[in-house]
């Protein structure tokens, strides 16, 4: 009963370095979502995908590109990390999107990214 | 923009308590609302969600209501146990795809 998947757990990168983070789901879900978590601030969205094919921005995009591979795998990539970066990221999916979907969004455990 | 905010940020009650968390949003024009779980180290789990057609929600001891109009949701959560320790975060929908997230409150229940 995997649901969301995220690798790596854990990373440490210097700053410039570049690295992908992958994610992906069993449930056939049709959207997936890319947040990160700061302390003391909410969860905020990066990317999304509201389906295969498409991706759009979030709140925080910068910095950030993200590939919707195929229906299961969403990755997001940083080009050039900088310590701004250093957060915890989370990967979402639901079965569908939009305003009127009562459809919950299911996390991975996230990704704990330090850049020094 | 929209603002969520959860106070206390921290609570700590005896097992057998009820309680209840508070998340208020400043903009009303909301989709829907969730309250969440996250444990140490993990992901979120959704617990409920709320329609803004609908007043409350109800999951075996939690109860979550929503008063859209004065932008505040309650978490009830009965006989509370120290398994229900953890962070709790609401979330608030206010477009095609976008959930703006309250910093939690830390619950820690006390056997």
């Known amino acids: 009963n995997a649901g969301v998947t995220q690798t790596p757990k854990f990373q440490v990168l210097k700053t410039g370095q570049s690295m992908t983070l992958q994610c992906a789901q069993d449930m056939n879900h049709n959207s997936m979502y890319w947040y990160r978590q700061d302390p003391g601030m909410g969860l905020r969205l990066i990317y999304y995908?509201?389906?295969?094919?498409?991706?759009d921005k979030g709140e925080v995009p910068n910095g950030y590109n993200v590939s919707r591979l195929n229906k299961r795998e969403f990755s997001l990539r940083l080009e050039s990390a900088a310590p701004s970066q250093t957060s915890v990221y989370f990967c979402?999916?639901?079965?569908?999107?939009?305003?009127?979907?009562?459809?919950?969004?299911?996390f991975g455990d996230g990704t704990r990214l330090s850049i020094l | 923009k929209q603002e969520v905010t959860q106070i206390p940020a921290a609570l700590s009650v005896p097992e057998g308590e009820n309680l209840v968390l508070n998340c208020s949003f400043t903009d009303s024009a909301i989709y829907n609302l969730q309250w969440f779980r996250q444990d140490p180290g993990k992901g979120l789990t959704s617990l409920l969600l709320?329609?803004?057609?609908?007043r409350e929600q109800t999951s075996g001891r939690l109860n979550a209501s929503l008063d859209k109009s004065s932008g505040r949701s309650t978490l009830y959560i009965a006989a509370s146990q120290p398994g229900d320790s953890a962070t709790y975060l609401c979330?608030?929908?206010?477009?095609?795809?976008?959930?703006?997230f309250g910093t939690g409150t830390r619950l820690t229940v006390i056997p």
């Open positions: 979402a999916s639901s079965r569908e999107a939009g305003p009127y979907s009562n459809q919950p969004q299911h």
């Open positions: 995908s509201a389906s295969e094919g498409t991706t």
């Open positions: 709320i329609q803004s057609s609908q």
């Open positions: 979330a608030v929908r206010t477009g095609a795809n976008n959930l703006f």
